[in-house]
């Protein structure tokens, strides 16, 4: 199975890395969701919740605010102005 190489981070401090299947996140043009595979983007991130499913366990769930998401050749890094995770 194809799998995504992720790293989100704030602007001082790391906030999650690792392999996932899928991602959604809002970016100021809408929701987006990322699958393996995806074409390569650069878009704005809105304030909100951004999930990410990863290949083992329970989804991670983190609150932006701002920022970038890139995505390129399976790999998503996203940049947040603000960025905290979220628990259940």
Not at 53 to 73: K, L, T
């Amino acid at each position: 199975m194809a799998e995504l190489d992720v790293e989100v981070v704030a602007h001082d401090h790391a906030v999650w890395s690792g392999a996932a299947t899928a991602i959604r996140g809002r970016t100021t043009d809408g929701d987006m969701g990322i699958l393996p595979g995806h074409t390569p983007v650069l878009a704005l991130l809105d304030s909100g919740e951004l999930v990410i499913e990863p290949v083992e366990g329970a989804p991670v769930r983190a609150q932006v605010n701002g920022g970038f998401f890139s995505v390129d050749s399976d790999r998503v890094t996203i940049v947040a102005d603000d960025a905290q995770l979220v628990s259940d």
